[in-house]
T-cell receptor
Framework: RKEVEQDPGPFNVPEGATVAFNCTYS??????FFWYRQDCRKEPKLLMS???SGNEDGRFTAQLNRASQYISLLIRDSKLSDSATYLC???????????FGTGTRLKVLA | EPEVTQTPSHQVTQMGQEVILRCVPI?????FYWYRQILGQKVEFLVS????????KSEIFDDQFSVERPDGSNFTLKIRSTKLEDSAMYFC???????????FGQGTRLTVV
């Protein structure tokens, strides 16, 4: 099983739609989880950290399911500007490493 | 807002040449990283650096690679003898405390010809 796994997509959704991405991780001892956004040929930018109780930031909601070892990102009321690749990042316990998933590509269509 | 800065933004070099990629992490951060991303592929961990020494490195980070923090602000990645397959985007990142969110620089696009 890969350390961090994501569906690469692309997810093509109309403006205003709700879209959800999942990310699975292999190490049950991982403690830190993040969603990053990456635009084409740009650096990853932190979208949100993922907390055990779940957290929300405007139109974005992140959830953690430790039992099934996945995190999710929900985007409500999609905007054209949400088109990007969404990267799941998980720490590797006992190390300083952050492991990236391959990313899920989202295209929001007018 | 504090940010990680990298220079140059783009470097073209001939195969076999040495390159040095430079980064200025966020000033009160303690942990520094280099990652790379080959075009169309995932972001890959290269090395982490803490307390003036390498804390971890990946299998990609072989003897051709080295990192240094020559002064209180800069953090560099040196590739001694570049290969064509070293062509990639190289990102520097820093974090304040272990397991907190990482902040990335805008990257250096390295093209080896």
């Amino acid at each position: 099983r890969k350390e961090v796994e994501q569906d690469p997509g692309p997810f093509n959704v109309p403006e205003g739609a709700t879209v959800a991405f999942n990310c699975t991780y292999s190490n049950s001892a991982s403690q830190s989880f993040f969603w990053y956004r990456q635009d084409c040929r740009k650096e990853p930018k932190l979208l949100m950290s993922v907390y055990s109780s779940g957290n929300e930031d405007g139109r974005f909601t992140a959830q953690l399911n430790r039992a099934s070892q996945y995190i999710s990102l929900l985007i409500r009321d999609s905007k054209l500007s949400d088109s990007a690749t969404y990267l799941c990042v998980v720490n590797l316990p006992g190390t300083y490493k952050y492991i990236f998933g391959t990313g899920t590509r989202l295209k929001v269509l007018a | 807002e504090p940010e990680v800065t990298q220079t140059p933004s783009h470097q073209v070099t001939q195969m076999g040449q040495e390159v040095i990629l430079r980064c200025v992490p966020i000033s009160n951060h303690l942990y520094f990283y280099w990652y790379r991303q080959i075009l169309g592929q995932k972001v890959e961990f290269l090395v982490s650096f803490y307390n003036n020494e390498i804390s971890e490195k990946s299998e990609i980070f072989d003897d051709q690679f080295s990192v240094e923090r020559p002064d209180g602000s800069n953090f560099t990645l040196k590739i001694r003898s570049t290969k064509l397959e070293d062509s990639a985007m190289y990102f520097c990142a820093s974090i304040s405390y272990r397991d907190t969110e990482a902040f990335f620089g805008q990257g250096t696009r390295l093209t080896v010809v």
